[in-house]
């Protein structure tokens, strides 16, 4: 047994503390722990105890640092309610450390985007400020006080300068983040407003201007709506932004959700819910694929999909007639608006009365399991899944939606497992009979726990899972005492002064309970019932009425007390005397009547003038003792402890009263903690350690020689529960329980209930690689990946020739039969290999990194298998077709999450299909304006002169409109004149009309130029966006690789790399990666290149397989060394 913290129910206050990590383990906080998950196995594997108040958010670490002795640090941080932020190690369960700024309740934290600024933490505190602190350092960069309520926020995902606030009444939008200075201004706001329609005018509508007008304004400028069609924001329950949208934000309101496009800052979409549906509180967007898991206050989740459109560019269809027969509102909701399909709804979930759902937290790596947290302290586990019969499972979302996948398919998504607790308070908990030489053999640390539903819980301290769960009484369990290893006597009642009172005696293995005092009807409460040490008797003690004998073995009456007897308010069994007592009779042979020995037990008890009786009890009842009075100024007897020669007594003023029957003394010792409610000492026959239970806490004496030495204490002044009962869970830790439901083993200084996780002991197998020491969770990665040394590669099991040591190998292969590697994972290619690895591994960059790699892999692969070689000749002539094809169907493309890291003709559809939504939505002449621009830099001239024509007579930019749109229309023709526009457009950008200059510049083929320029102005995301666009292959490249070199500069090089490969650069990525230092990952991909017969220098191939080489050496793998010099003499 260990110090350890078992959960109870958790606090409304909660809501939102849930974090799922890259790393198999999920976090979430209850009442001020936080406490860590094994998601494979459910089970709790660490608790976090140091907040004093509500853990309000958790946030992984996602890197996993290596300490000083090459162990793991896996590393999260909390904030609480009240400022403090704690940056925790869970392999130790020790605080880094605490930074507070403040005693403001955390409202939000994320991490700063970027590689170059990893541990850099964004905390926001009520009401309106944003603090940035250094993690590792431990210091604060810097504070930001803003003007408005701030609510929460959210970085953008692509672009880390720009975050979003939510207010009470509008959305605040800083666009300068910068990790090195405070933002310059307050930000950007936005009110939102929605005209409500009521039923009958909305029926009146037609398709396309009831959409039109039910959509207008949600999202308006910087002045506040009229009242009469605000949309108060104070609904807004919800802001995050897009995971796989660039520049795409989500409101969640309880009936619907909002996606707004920033670029023409409207909406663009309304996923709405049912009215039977209940309502919503959070929403979750994937990275992999757009779909949205939606929780609802039911406990239900419900998921929504996002619509494709299938043609290649939508056609505006502003211009249509509104009588137009191919216009109706079912073709503009499936084609020109974002509509998400629900698919699926989970069951609601059976909660207690009053339980709250507190969040929802989706597996970052699969996305497509998620946990559900509730208030009642439960975590529920969900997982999607494609409907009917599967050839093999699906490793994640992105393989579960496909873009090849037919439109109707259905999903389920279905409750795996939970994470359950206690069902109802704690009333009592009694430790088991602890360990002797004669139980040693099948002890097991059970910790017996009633609660006020009646139910008996059985937990098994040594790995805190429950035991055993048995429903046996129909009132709150108010006593247990345990009669073996296997049985225990409970007694339970209701309230008032005359009850039902239920006994009953328990065989915990087979749950078959015998049912004691039957013949009773309505009477005063049982106060005590105590099981002698022999087993062979027990007292039942009703408050205030008759004092019960009862044999054990028989569960027959002996005597009942007469009622002169006086009113026992504390009693305790002899722990010596009993034992001696049997023996003597042994030796004597004087046996009972059953033929057994004669048992003589003795107990001792005070009544309610604290005077201390002494009784002998036989088989033929109770023999009549001495009588003590009491020490003068001793107050009403509460509780009384018994062992080797010490009797102790507490009582209602917080004094001992000591009795050493040796040496036939008393002492007097006043706690000064008020009234005692509970003495016990600790197993062991000479471990004189007692512990004393207050209203406010606990205190550990050591009573050795009759001398009162205080060990330790604790003052329990906690938001959650007091301490209801208190016992030993062995020799040496005290286990206290709280109302709430918790459970916490301490150590012996009443300062620790968690322990490192290496002490614990667990039921299964945690599944957590990173728990590996780093340098050996590399040499798993790399096996795993390739084994070309070998021929017949093993993935299943690794031995000390794979260069693992043998103290190690038990650790790794433990791992290995837990990670999910899929089906046919040994007939996948290397790169393949790699994608499954790091996915099973929760290496988020590997995932990245070989997703990407493997789709341009693919490309390369396609492209020199290609029978016909085209060869682009640029002409001479101005081509102002810039709409590309999609040289390779067959090959799945980058999903949006990737941006401009997609293939150009993926890249270009979006963008198209993007300006397609933004001229439906098109409202005012502003925004006209920026359609327009947005048409003529995507080549799709014909839509720019069309609404150029479109400009109201009375516009005063009439005029210069139209003789745009002549200039566009006419520009395509004659191609003359380009060095006069090609001067223009200088000037104009020189003159900070830099847009209008790159249209001119694009208007005559120059969009090289025109990306150069955005380049020289710092406005690198505009410049990628053109070049992805609309330049050909060769220019992109140009501007790709110096936006690769800009991050570089920045720090980011892992985006470098991913852009290197998405120019199909391979060699320049392995260079990139050679010069880094990650070998192995260098070696992948050079491995990876060659199974695609993509040309790599021999210079370069040596350079990274001799490093290989020389790891290998490093580590002992001998054998796949000397595999890989013979390879290296073939290619010289």
């Known amino acids: 047994v260990s110090p350890r913290t078992i959960t109870g129910s958790a606090n409304v206050l909660n809501k939102g503390a849930i974090d799922w990590g890259y790393h198999c383990l999920m976090a979430y906080g209850s009442n001020s722990t936080v406490f860590v998950v094994d998601t494979h196995n459910v089970q709790i594997v660490q608790s976090l105890d140091l907040h004093k108040s509500m853990v309000k958010k958790i946030l992984w670490v996602s890197c996993v640092e290596t300490k000083s002795d090459g162990n793991p640090s896996i590393q999260l941080i909390s904030g609480d309610a009240s400022g403090h932020i704690v940056h925790w190690d869970i392999t130790t369960a020790t605080a880094l ?76 939008f800083v666009d300068d983040f910068q990790i090195g200075k405070i933002p310059s201004t307050n930000g950007r706001k936005f009110y939102i407003s929605s005209p409500r329609l009521d039923s009958t005018s909305e029926d009146s509508l037609k398709g396309r201007d009831r959409l039109k007008r039910l959509m207008k304004g949600l999202v308006v400028g910087e002045t506040r709506p009229k009242p009469d069609e605000a949309m108060t924001i104070t609904e807004c329950l919800q802001l995050t932004y897009h995971k796989s949208l660039r520049h795409h934000l989500l409101l969640l309101y309880p009936r619907d959700v909002i996606l707004i496009d920033l670029h023409i800052n409207q909406t663009i979409g309304i996923i709405p819910i049912e009215r039977t549906m209940s309502p919503l509180v959070q929403v979750c967007t994937t990275r992999q694929r757009d779909i949205l898991y939606c929780l609802h206050e039911s406990g239900s989740i419900s998921v929504k999909v996002r619509r494709r459109n299938n043609n290649n560019i939508t056609p505006s269809p502003v211009d249509s007639a509104a009588d137009s027969p191919n216009i109706d509102f079912g073709s503009y909701s499936s084609d020109m608006f974002v509509c998400y399909d629900h698919k699926c709804q989970s069951e609601m979930i059976r909660q207690m009365k009053g339980s709250k759902v507190l969040g929802l937290s989706v597996d970052p790596i699969t996305e497509k399991n998620v946990g559900l947290f509730l208030s009642s302290g439960k975590v529920v586990f969900l997982e999607l899944e494609l409907s009917g019969k599967e050839d093999s499972p699906r490793m994640s979302l992105s393989e579960i939606v496909t873009p090849f996948m037919p439109v109707k398919s259905t999903f389920r998504l ?85 009850v039902k009172n239920e006994v009953y005696m328990t065989d915990i293995w087979t749950g078959h309970s015998i049912p004691i ?14 099981v002698s040490p022999l087993r062979k008797f027990f007292v039942i003690v009703i408050k205030e009425g008759p004092f019960e004998m009862w044999d054990l073995h028989t569960l027959t009456l002996l005597r009942t007390m007469s009622k002169k007897f006086p009113f026992v308010v504390a009693l305790e069994w002899s722990p010596i005397h009993s034992v001696k007592s049997i023996q ?118 050591n009573l050795k020689q009759n001398t009162y030495e205080k060990v330790s204490q604790l003052k329990w002044g906690r938001e959650n529960g007091r ?39 667990f039921k299964d197998v ?20 390739t084994q070309y040394w070998k021929l017949v590669p093993s993935y299943e099991i690794f031995t000390a020739k794979d260069g693992i040591s043998e103290q190690d190998l038990p650790n790794v292969n433990a791992q290995l039969k837990l990670l999910n590697l899929g089906p046919g994972f040994a007939d996948l290619n290397i790169a393949e290999k790699c994608l499954r690895v790091s996915r099973a591994l929760g290496d988020w960059y590997g995932v990245d990194l070989w997703t990407v790699a493997i789709y341009y892999l693919d490309v390369a692969a396609a492209e020199t298998n290609s029978s016909k070689q085209q060869t682009s000749a640029k002409s001479e002539t101005i081509s102002m077709d810039l709409k590309r094809t999609n040289k390779y169907p067959h090959i799945e493309p980058l999903d949006t999450c990737y941006d401009y890291l997609a293939d150009p003709y993926s890249y270009q559809k979006l963008q198209l299909e993007r300006v397609s939504v933004h001229e439906w939505k098109r409202g005012d ?113 140009e501007v ?6 800009q991050l570089v500069a920045k720090g980011d090089r892992f985006a470098a790399i991913l852009i290197l490969i998405s120019q199909s650069q391979f060699e320049k990525a392995l260079e990139m990666l050679y010069n880094q230092h990650q070998v192995l990952i260098a070696s992948l991909l050079l491995m990876s290149c060659q199974h695609y017969q993509v040309n790599i220098s021999h210079h370069l191939t040596n350079a990274i397989y001799t490093s290989l080489m020389d790891y290998l050496l490093s580590v002992g793998n001998h054998e796949a060394a000397r595999g890989l010099a013979d390879q290296l003499k073939l290619n010289q």
């Open 766 to 785: 945690i599944r957590c690689p990173s728990l590996l020491p780093p340098k050996l969770l590399s040499k798993m990665h790399f096996l795993l990946c």
């Open 925 to 1037: 002449y502003k925004h006209t304006q920026n359609v327009v621009e947005k048409l003529v830099l995507l080549g799709e001239m014909d839509r720019a002169v069309q609404l150029l024509l479109e400009t109201d007579i009375d516009n005063p930019n009439y005029y210069s409109d139209a003789i745009k749109a002549c200039l566009v229309a006419t520009i395509q023709k004659t191609g003359a004149a380009q060095s006069t526009i090609k001067l223009v457009a200088t000037n104009l950008i020189a003159n900070g009309k830099i847009w209008e200059g790159v249209q001119l510049l694009c208007l005559i083929g120059k969009g090289l130029d025109g990306c150069r320029y955005l380049v020289s102005y710092g406005m690198w995301e505009s410049a990628v966006w053109l070049a992805k666009s609309v330049l050909l292959p060769a220019e992109t490249l």
């Open 517 to 530: 005092r039957t013949e009773k009807m309505l009477e005063n409460p049982i106060s005590i019932l105590k």
């Open 414 to 498: 279905l409750p795996t497992s939970v994470l359950s607790n206690i069902n109802g308070q704690i009333t009592i908990v009694k430790m088991c009979p602890p360990v002797t030489v004669k139980n040693v053999q099948h002890f097991l640390p059970i910790l017996g726990v009633g609660t006020s539903t009646g139910f008996l819980y059985i937990y098994n301290l040594s790995d805190g899972t429950v035991y055993k769960e048995l429903a046996i009484h129909s009132y709150p369990i108010r006593g247990l005492e345990w009669t073996g290893l296997k049985c225990v006597i409970t007694f339970a009642y209701g309230d008032g002064a005359k």
């Open 723 to 761: 301490i209801v009962d208190v016992d030993w869970a062995n020799a040496n830790y005290p286990v206290i329980a709280t109302e709430d439901g918790w459970i916490r083993v301490l150590d012996i200084s009443l300062t620790k209930s968690s322990s490192p996780i290496q002490q614990y002991q």
């Open 1040 to 1045: 790709m690789i110096k936006y690769a070199d």
């Open 97 to 172: 450390s605490v930074l507070q700024d403040g005693n403001k309740p955390v409202l939000g934290m994320e991490w700063v985007p970027g590689l170059e600024n990893e541990l850099m933490l964004a905390a926001l505190h009520s009401p309106y400020f944003l603090v940035i602190w250094d993690i590792r350092k431990q210091t604060k960069l810097w504070k930001k006080s803003f003007t408005d309520t701030l609510l929460s926020f959210n970085f953008d995902p692509f672009n880390g300068s720009k975050i979003a606030f939510l207010c009470t009444d509008c959305i605040l």
């Open 584 to 701: 003597s009779k042994k030796k004597e042979t004087e046996l009972g009547r059953d033929g057994r020995p004669f048992i003589r037990e003795h107990l001792v008890f005070s009544d309610t003038e604290s005077k201390l009786y002494h009784f002998n009890v036989e088989e033929d009842g109770i023999k009549d003792g001495i009588k003590i009075p009491p020490e003068t100024g001793v107050g009403m007897v509460t509780s009384i402890a018994f062992k080797a020669n010490q009797i102790v007594q507490g009582d209602s003023d917080g004094s001992l009263s000591m009795w050493d029957l040796k040496a036939r003394s008393s002492k007097q010792v006043n706690t000064n903690r008020g009234a005692i409610r509970y003495l016990r000492f600790a197993p062991g026959k000479t471990n004189l350690k007692l512990i004393i239970l207050y209203a406010d806490g606990l205190d550990i004496a």
